[in-house]
């Protein structure tokens, strides 16, 4: 499990390798806010946000409960809540019972929630390539691949 930042000595030294996850940190911070802003321009003609679209394509492929789409996306609970109780109004979700929980239930994409999802598909899939063309595969899979290291590192 990863180290809990309260409990961590204060005025400890990094080692290098501290730095260079610092770094990383930075790194993925500025990257979250430019893809936020890449993806509410993305979202915004299918009518989406970055956070909706998010927790559609969460249950894209299968109903989920609100903890389970916030533990996948490594959101709060009550945020994602707000975002699917938004999304059930307008119809691009619905609710549905859970058979493993009777108060938690289930969030289902409706079709008009799928059509959405094709919509900002479609553009992001071009910007995608685009991306991937300027930064490189090889380069963009190493650095999943790291991302996915840290993240198993920090117990998530």
Same mark, same amino acid.
Do not use: Y
């Given at each position: 499990?990863?180290?809990?930042?309260?409990?961590?000595?204060?005025?400890?030294?990094?080692?290098?390798?501290?730095?260079?996850?610092?770094?990383?940190?930075?790194?993925?911070?500025?990257?979250?806010?430019? /893809?936020?802003?890449?993806?509410?321009? /993305?979202?915004?003609?299918?009518?989406?946000?970055?956070? $909706?679209?998010?927790?559609?394509?969460?249950?894209?492929?299968?109903?989920?409960?609100?903890?389970?789409?916030?533990?996948?996306?490594?959101?709060?609970?009550?945020?994602?809540?707000?975002?699917?109780?938004?999304?059930?109004?307008?119809?691009?979700?619905?609710?549905?019972?859970?058979?493993?929980?009777?108060?938690?239930?289930?969030?289902?994409?409706?079709?008009?929630?799928?059509?959405? /999802?094709? $919509?900002?598909?479609?553009?992001?899939?071009?910007?995608?390539?685009?991306?991937?063309?300027?930064?490189?595969?090889?380069?963009?899979?190493?650095?999943?691949?790291?991302?996915?290291?840290?993240?198993?590192?920090?117990?998530?």
């Amino acid at each position: 499990m990863g180290e809990d930042p309260g409990e961590v000595a204060a005025g400890a030294a990094r080692t290098a390798a501290g730095a260079a996850f610092s770094a990383l940190v930075e790194a993925v911070f500025r990257l979250n806010g430019r /893809l936020v802003a890449a993806g509410d321009a /993305l979202a915004a003609p299918a009518g989406l946000t970055s956070a $909706r679209w998010q927790v559609l394509a969460a249950v894209e492929d299968a109903p989920a409960s609100v903890a389970d789409v916030a533990r996948t996306l490594g959101n709060a609970r009550q945020s994602v809540q707000r975002v699917a109780d938004v999304l059930a109004e307008e119809g691009l979700c619905a609710w549905a019972p859970n058979p493993a929980h009777q108060r938690a239930k289930l969030l289902v994409l409706t079709e008009a929630g799928r059509d959405a /999802l094709a $919509r900002v598909g479609a553009r992001q899939a071009t910007w995608a390539n685009g991306i991937g063309e300027r930064v490189g595969e090889a380069s963009l899979r190493e650095a999943a691949a790291t991302l996915r290291r840290a993240i198993e590192a920090l117990g998530q």
